[in-house]
């Protein structure tokens, strides 16, 4: 006797591929600005703005080595730029905003990329972590708090000149001098530390952001690592001139 078995009945319906969930599918990350590589593009872009204004600062700085005629007259080259085209102080307003919104989107993108980092892993591993990586996440975190103080003091000191001896009312350079005198020898310890904090900020930052552009390869590495310490080391050393100049008397 042989038994036939109906094919339809003997089998269980079978889903279809497309109606069940993939666990593999990525859930879409919303706008570019909201995603971890997003805000890293953000980081290495303002960084990059935040670089050139300090190369052109510290250039500018250097100018009261050649006296207090050639820093006055840069201090007022750039608040003339481009007149009768644009009005006094025009353009250097434009470049207080962009770097104003350079810095805010900076430590934005910092701190949302930290507390995310935390959030994805919310039990420390108990391996411990590299004295290379521990050490470059102090100077990152750390550095820019005190980078951040750094910078409304100066600006309180030497822009405004409201902790100046010589008010607002004086000219640039003498604001410089003054702020740098032999018996504020403490406001030139802090510019030093500060200054050395901003180029440890800077080598690792620099060489993050060639990473994060797609710039830093096996190949590449050998020569922009170097790059980034140069650039760091410059701005550094030209930023210490001026101060240390006028401290110990070289720059009267």
């Not at 840069?74 to 905003?97: G, K, Q, S």
């Not at 030139?188 to 830093?216: E, K, P």
């Not at 390869?217 to 310490?229: E, I, K, Q, S």
């Amino acid at each position: 006797m042989t038994a036939t078995i109906e094919r339809g009945a003997a089998t269980a319906p079978v889903a279809s591929p497309k109606a069940a969930p993939s666990a593999r599918t990525p859930k879409k990350s919303g706008r570019f600005l909201g995603s971890s590589n997003g805000k890293k593009v953000v980081m290495a872009v303002t960084g990059a703005v935040m670089v050139i204004f300090l190369l052109s600062h510290m250039a500018g700085n250097l100018k009261i080595v050649l006296g207090r005629d050639a820093f006055n007259e840069y201090a007022h080259a750039l608040r003339t730029m481009l007149e009768p085209y644009v009005p006094y102080r025009a353009m250097l307003t434009l470049v207080e905003i962009v770097l104003f919104v350079s810095v805010v989107l900076h430590m934005w993108a910092a701190i949302s990329l930290a507390r995310r980092a935390r959030q994805a892993r919310p039990v420390k591993y108990v391996a411990k972590k590299s004295q290379a990586n521990g050490y470059a996440t102090h100077i990152m975190r750390f550095g820019g708090i005190t980078i951040a103080l750094f910078v409304i003091w100066h600006l309180l000191d030497l822009t405004f000149g409201v902790v100046n001896p010589k008010g607002f009312d004086s000219t640039p350079a003498d604001r410089m001098i003054a702020g740098f005198d032999a018996s504020r020898w403490w406001v030139t310890l802090i510019y030093v530390v500060a200054v050395v904090m901003v180029g440890l900020h800077l080598r690792h930052g620099i060489w993050s952001g060639f990473q994060t552009l797609g710039w830093a390869n096996r190949t590449r590495n050998r020569a922009l690592r170097p790059l980034a310490g140069l650039v760091a080391a410059v701005l550094v050393v030209g930023f210490l001139i001026p101060p240390l100049a006028i401290t110990f008397g070289v720059i009267k």
